[in-house]
């Protein structure tokens, strides 16, 4: 009875609409809007498609495909999925815990996207005019052409958008060092973003599905939008030539190759544990693999769009100044607190053209961070079932998750928060964690688990049998792939600069290197443990912890249900 009700009281799905919009909304986020673009600009345009189509197939899809197929296979969240695959292994799952904790921090993005929103309705946009309060005597106009005549002048001023940024949003205090006051603009911001998390996910899968309907279609008719208007701008033709014109000689740097990778990591999710949680709240016969294609496809297609959308207008900024493409072009939170913003100003109806931008970015924000918090509240419930998995525990918890960390959050909307902020990012959510996370995955799915075994449970799920080239990818090639990617990362490895002249202070470097050891070193401490407490010879402890602990939730469902009949 106790199993039935442990089983039972795991909700899943309401529709396989629900749980494509949610994956959809969550892969696809900032990373396809803010660095796919840039990435292709500087990285040899057309050409970088190649390196990224490439590890699209031999490490998006595959990862893809194995972390949803694995959760669906469970029925649990990242930590206690372990126990069904490989024990020896469930350090991993620690380390997806450690991640979400600093990846909690990217709602700053959304709460600066909702300031920069509600100045977007003013008459006068602030980061097209000179005349704020904010506004130093250094300023250039920013739509004027052939602002580059004067390289002195240059140097020496700046521009409304940048102090709009710098001054007005973040108030930017000289360092970490300085805190300085919380903002109590962006703490009400980040207050409503907190809420807005809280009643997409206080009910589980069955609110955030729901959700999901609009924040996860709505930015693609933005999107949309965006685009028709960015192609009918002058001087969008040759945004989009810098965009796409392909330079093969730099498929030959390796760094092309590097930069590929760690974008299929970030824009598919893949080695988070995100989409084993989002997996898990499927039926056990959904076609997990057909899904895996459409979705990959989905998720690169918006960032070749995504490209267009931004380059026609960076063609039409620099047209508008009088200077190359290469001279305005920006990525990250440059380009959509700066330049976007910047050249939405020049355009005719510039609210309307701002709201759309910021909108999008709101809702992109909104999907990606209320699942991630989803995925962290699913594990530590499924950690500890008997403490949670009862009516009313979950709304609670839920509450004091988001409480918690809008009362962290506030050191993120202090002066000194950028500084934060950038320094989790760089150290705590860093690209080393994934290529160590997806090389951990692999050796314990692929080798200690078995690939085979795998390749047969997703054709008992879907009826689907994968094609060795899986097998292939999962055991040897993103194993290899990883590995070397984990290497060349620390090796040429350089300190975290702001605005490249802000050297953090050394304590700061210690702390950020504590982040990255604090979810890495989860894989190897966990096992050394286990094998440790473990008796019998290394071997047998090895056998051992390598085979699964219990049997999947939804082999112990359908137990618990034949059982129920035979009683009835």
Same mark, same amino acid.
């Given at each position: 009875?106790?199993?039935?009700?442990?089983?039972?009281?795991?909700?899943?799905?309401?529709?396989?609409?629900?749980?494509? &919009?949610?994956?959809? !909304?969550?892969?696809?986020? @900032? %990373?396809? =809007?803010?660095?796919?673009?840039? +990435? *292709?600009?500087?990285?040899?345009?057309?050409?970088?498609?190649?390196?990224?189509?490439?590890?699209?197939?031999?490490?998006?899809?595959?990862?893809?495909?194995?972390?949803?197929?694995?959760?669906?296979?469970?029925?649990?969240?990242?930590?206690?999925?372990?126990?069904?695959?490989?024990?020896?292994?469930?350090?991993?799952?620690?380390?997806?815990?450690?991640?979400?904790?600093?990846?909690?921090?990217?709602?700053?993005?959304?709460?600066?996207?909702?300031?920069?929103?509600?100045?977007?309705?003013?008459?006068?946009?602030?980061?097209?005019?000179?005349?704020?309060?904010?506004?130093?005597?250094?300023?250039?106009?920013?739509?004027?052409?052939?602002?580059?005549?004067?390289?002195?002048?240059?140097?020496?001023?700046?521009?409304?958008?940048?102090?709009?940024?710098?001054?007005?949003? &973040?108030?930017?205090? !000289?360092?970490?060092?300085? @805190? %300085?006051? =919380?903002?109590?603009?962006?703490? +009400? *911001?980040?207050?409503?973003?907190?809420?807005?998390?809280?009643?997409?996910?206080?009910?589980?899968?069955?609110?955030?599905?729901?959700?999901?309907?609009?924040?996860?279609?709505?930015?693609?008719?933005?999107?949309?939008?965006?685009?028709?208007?960015?192609?009918?701008?002058?001087?969008?033709?040759?945004?989009?030539?810098?965009?796409?014109?392909?330079?093969?000689?730099?498929?030959?740097?390796?760094?092309?190759?590097?930069?590929?990778?760690?974008?299929?990591?970030?824009?598919?999710?893949?080695?988070?544990?995100?989409?084993?949680?989002?997996?898990?709240?499927?039926?056990?016969?959904?076609?997990?693999?057909?899904?895996?294609?459409?979705?990959?496809?989905?998720?690169?297609?918006?960032?070749?769009?995504?490209?267009?959308?931004?380059?026609?207008?960076?063609?039409?900024?620099?047209?508008?100044?009088?200077?190359?493409?290469?001279?305005?072009?920006?990525?990250?939170?440059?380009?959509?607190?700066?330049?976007?913003?910047?050249?939405?100003?020049?355009?005719?109806?510039?609210?309307?053209?701002?709201?759309?931008?910021?909108?999008?970015?709101?809702?992109?924000?909104?999907?990606?961070?209320?699942?991630?918090?989803?995925?962290?509240?699913?594990?530590?419930?499924?950690?500890?079932?008997?403490?949670?998995?009862?009516?009313?525990?979950?709304?609670?918890?839920?509450?004091?998750?988001?409480?918690?960390?809008?009362?962290?959050?506030?050191?993120?909307?202090?002066?000194?928060?950028?500084?934060?902020?950038?320094?989790?990012?760089?150290?705590?959510?860093?690209?080393?964690?994934?290529?160590?996370?997806?090389?951990?995955?692999?050796?314990?799915?692929?080798?200690?688990?078995?690939?085979?075994?795998?390749?047969?449970?997703?054709?008992?799920?879907?009826?689907?049998?994968?094609?060795?080239?899986?097998?292939?990818?999962?055991?040897?090639?993103?194993?290899?792939?990883?590995?070397?990617?984990?290497?060349?990362?620390?090796?040429?490895?350089?300190?975290?600069?702001?605005?490249?002249?802000?050297?953090?202070?050394?304590?700061?470097?210690?702390?950020?290197?504590?982040?990255?050891?604090?979810?890495?070193?989860?894989?190897?401490?966990?096992?050394?443990?286990?094998?440790?407490?473990?008796?019998?010879?290394?071997?047998?402890?090895?056998?051992?912890?390598?085979?699964?602990?219990?049997?999947?939730?939804?082999?112990?469902?359908?137990?618990?249900?034949?059982?129920?009949?035979?009683?009835?």
């Amino acid at each position: 009875l106790n199993v039935c009700l442990r089983a039972g009281d795991r909700r899943q799905w309401a529709s396989k609409t629900e749980y494509i &919009l949610v994956v959809a !909304g969550n892969v696809v986020g @900032l %990373g396809n =809007v803010w660095r796919f673009p840039y +990435l *292709c600009y500087k990285y040899g345009g057309g050409a970088f498609l190649v390196p990224y189509g490439l590890l699209a197939v031999v490490c998006g899809i595959p990862l893809f495909l194995l972390e949803t197929s694995s959760g669906q296979y469970t029925q649990e969240g990242f930590i206690t999925c372990w126990r069904k695959l490989c024990p020896l292994a469930q350090g991993i799952g620690y380390g997806h815990f450690v991640i979400k904790l600093y990846a909690f921090s990217y709602i700053i993005v959304e709460v600066w996207a909702l300031f920069s929103l509600m100045f977007s309705f003013r008459s006068q946009l602030p980061w097209a005019s000179c005349d704020n309060t904010w506004n130093t005597g250094k300023m250039l106009n920013s739509s004027s052409p052939n602002v580059t005549a004067n390289q002195t002048m240059l140097t020496n001023t700046t521009s409304a958008a940048v102090e709009f940024w710098e001054r007005r949003l &973040l108030a930017m205090s !000289g360092g970490i060092e300085e @805190l %300085g006051s =919380v903002r109590w603009e962006l703490a +009400l *911001c980040l207050l409503v973003c907190w809420m807005f998390c809280y009643f997409s996910i206080w009910k589980g899968v069955r609110s955030s599905g729901k959700v999901a309907y609009f924040t996860a279609t709505f930015p693609y008719v933005l999107l949309l939008i965006l685009l028709i208007r960015g192609l009918t701008l002058p001087g969008a033709s040759e945004g989009i030539y810098f965009y796409l014109y392909p330079d093969l000689k730099r498929l030959a740097n390796l760094e092309v190759w590097i930069e590929a990778g760690s974008q299929i990591c970030f824009s598919y999710s893949v080695a988070v544990g995100t989409l084993g949680v989002l997996g898990s709240y499927n039926r056990h016969n959904n076609n997990c693999y057909k899904d895996c294609f459409w979705l990959c496809l989905l998720n690169s297609g918006t960032s070749f769009v995504a490209g267009f959308v931004v380059f026609s207008v960076l063609g039409f900024m620099a047209q508008k100044q009088g200077v190359g493409v290469d001279a305005v072009v920006e990525s990250g939170p440059g380009l959509a607190f700066i330049t976007y913003p910047q050249a939405t100003a020049m355009m005719p109806l510039p609210q309307f053209w701002t709201v759309c931008f910021f909108l999008m970015l709101i809702l992109l924000t909104v999907d990606t961070h209320f699942v991630i918090v989803e995925s962290f509240i699913t594990s530590v419930s499924d950690l500890f079932p008997k403490l949670f998995h009862k009516p009313g525990r979950r709304e609670i918890f839920v509450l004091l998750i988001c409480l918690f960390f809008y009362l962290t959050h506030l050191t993120l909307v202090t002066e000194g928060g950028i500084y934060i902020f950038e320094l989790i990012d760089y150290y705590g959510c860093t690209r080393a964690c994934h290529y160590f996370m997806a090389l951990s995955q692999c050796l314990a799915l692929a080798w200690g688990f078995g690939a085979d075994r795998v390749i047969n449970i997703i054709e008992d799920m879907t009826g689907q049998r994968p094609s060795i080239f899986f097998k292939l990818c999962w055991k040897y090639i993103i194993p290899l792939l990883s590995l070397i990617s984990f290497i060349l990362y620390l090796v040429n490895f350089t300190h975290l600069r702001i605005n490249n002249w802000y050297l953090y202070p050394d304590w700061a470097y210690a702390l950020g290197w504590t982040m990255t050891l604090s979810s890495l070193t989860m894989v190897p401490l966990w096992a050394a443990g286990q094998m440790c407490l473990t008796s019998g010879t290394f071997r047998q402890r090895l056998s051992i912890l390598c085979r699964p602990a219990e049997d999947p939730a939804w082999q112990r469902r359908k137990m618990g249900e034949d059982r129920t009949t035979v009683e009835l």
